[in-house]
T-cell receptor
């Protein structure tokens, strides 16, 4: 049973380019969460999605960031016109339920570097 | 608002000794989950242990145990018989749906 898959593992973008990060949840999981980890910090929640729905985007920056989880295919975190401050590790997690007792399983992360 | 606090930026422990990593939390929710994750230098997030707010007994998973004191709102992680491979960042997190993480504690195990 494959775990949470994220690709690419490393992504380098120049300022002003777009970054697309992909996440395939564990089989049978319909709840996907994105987190960002800045250097020397803990993970910060960005957005929570179910299939075709954004449930909670309270942690998403208001501009340039968007997320989707289509009916078919992986969840995508999209960052437009990247800036140096977007350099971070972006983790995706999935769970079978939103309930507090259910563990979230993390992917290996995508490390974004903006030059 | 929910909040997790880890007050120890770094800890050292001698190999084979036990170590306690502190975590306090704040929430107005009645039902919540508390988690500990390990992040080695390779970067992945590894689940260690879970404690539910209604669980009466402290959670244990092998060498990991969670010292849950609900009235004090603390959920400290105890690692017994430390090993060199335990050197990593450790994050406490609370779940009321999404996970709220603390700042982490960097544990270094000395031979």
């Amino acid at each position: 049973n494959a775990g949470v898959m994220q690709n690419p593992r490393h992504l380098v973008r120049r300022r002003g380019q777009e970054a697309r990060l992909r996440c395939s949840p564990m089989k049978g999981h319909s709840h996907v969460y994105w987190y960002r980890q800045l250097p020397e910090e803990g993970l910060k929640f960005m957005v929570y999605l179910q299939k075709e729905n954004i449930i909670d985007e309270s942690g998403m920056p208001k501009e340039r960031f968007s997320a989707e989880f289509p009916k078919e295919g992986p969840s995508i975190l999209r960052i437009q016109q990247v800036v140096r401050g977007d350099s971070a590790a972006y983790f995706c997690a999935s769970s079978p339920s939103y309930e507090s007792s259910y563990e979230q399983y993390f992917g290996p992360g995508t490390r974004l570097t903006v030059t | 608002a929910q909040k997790i606090t880890q007050t120890q930026p770094g800890m050292f422990v001698q190999e084979k000794e036990a170590v306690t990593l502190d975590c306090t939390y704040d929430t107005s929710d009645q039902s919540y989950g508390l988690f500990w994750y390990k992040q080695p230098s390779s970067g992945e997030m590894i689940f260690l242990i879970y404690q539910g707010s209604y669980d009466e007994q402290n959670a244990t998973e092998g060498r990991y145990s969670l010292n849950f004191q609900k009235a004090r709102k603390s959920a400290n992680l105890v690692i017994s018989a430390s090993q060199l491979g335990d050197s990593a960042m450790y994050f406490c997190a609370m779940k009321g749906g999404k996970l709220i993480f603390g700042q982490g504690t960097e544990l270094s195990v000395k031979p």
